[in-house]
């Protein structure tokens, strides 16, 4: 694991869960309080990376295969952990991502069902061994989820079966249940005030509890 003097925060879920807004919310909250925070998302960041983004998320690239898709994500993130997140980290900021690597093992493991141990070490490669300090998973159906968003402005992903995000959500929860230290679940039929106030509570109680130092 790469040692850092910051905070990296990352927020996971399936397609309309809700954790956009909540990324949002929480670096609002830092800023709040007088602490350096940048807000970045997956797949994108650096130009390099939200030109592959846009590569990754066209409906018209129906074609592209799930080792291709794997391989652009890693790209993105690869440029993206790179250039702005261990810099940032470095500087001792808080570092909140939309997606980090989770998302791979969710979307193009556990629903592409990838080879596992393939995609970890391609992982460990693209991050240069950074891991999160603290994953919040905004937990939700998958048909509620879904029902968020509009079909006419859907993304390849968005546009993928119901079975697909069902895995999806199943893959993060798999994740959750082996990686209990670093993971927080969240109920994401919870109304955002509600769980706002629930992720600004478990970050005040890690930073009490001495888990976490935030400059």
């Known amino acids: 694991?790469?040692?850092?003097?910051?905070?990296?925060?990352?927020?996971?879920?399936?397609?309309?869960?809700?954790?956009?807004?909540?990324?949002?919310l929480l670096k609002q909250y830092f800023t709040s309080m007088g602490k350096e925070v940048f807000l970045t998302r997956e797949p994108g960041g650096p130009e390099i990376s939200?030109?592959?983004?846009d590569i990754l998320l066209e409906p018209e690239n129906k074609e592209m295969l799930p080792e291709t898709e794997v391989l652009l994500?890693?790209?993105?993130?690869?440029?993206?952990?790179?250039?702005?997140?261990?810099?940032?980290?470095?500087?001792?900021?808080?570092?909140?991502?939309?997606?980090?690597?989770?998302?791979?093992?969710?979307?193009?493991?556990?629903?592409?069902?990838?080879?596992?141990?393939?995609?970890?070490?391609i992982?460990?490669?693209?991050?240069?061994g950074l891991e999160p300090d603290i994953t919040f998973l905004i937990d939700l159906p998958a048909d509620i989820g879904l029902s968020r968003i509009s079909i006419k402005d859907a993304d390849r992903l968005e546009r993928e079966s119901m079975d697909f995000h069902q895995k999806v959500r199943n893959g993060f929860?798999?994740?959750?249940?082996?990686?209990?230290?670093?993971?927080?679940?969240?109920?994401?039929?919870?109304?955002?005030?509600?769980?706002?106030?629930?992720?600004?509570?478990?970050?005040?109680d890690m930073i009490k509890e001495g888990r976490y130092e935030i400059k």
């Not at 993206?80 to 791979?104: A, F, Q």
Request: aromatic share 10%; hydrophobic share 35%; with cysteine.
């Open 123 to 128: 992982i460990d490669f693209a991050t240069f």
């Open 50 to 53: 939200e030109k592959i983004r």
């Open 173 to 204: 929860l798999e994740i959750a249940e082996y990686e209990k230290k670093r993971y927080i679940v969240i109920d994401g039929r919870k109304n955002i005030e509600e769980i706002k106030k629930e992720v600004i509570k478990k970050i005040e």
């Open 1 to 24: 694991m790469l040692e850092h003097k910051g905070l990296f925060i990352t927020f996971e879920g399936i397609e309309g869960c809700g954790k956009s807004t909540q990324a949002k």
């Open 73 to 121: 994500y890693m790209a993105s993130r690869s440029q993206h952990t790179g250039e702005w997140i261990i810099p940032l980290l470095n500087e001792g900021k808080v570092v909140i991502s939309d997606r980090y690597y989770d998302s791979t093992i969710a979307y193009q493991g556990a629903a592409r069902k990838l080879n596992r141990n393939i995609i970890d070490i």
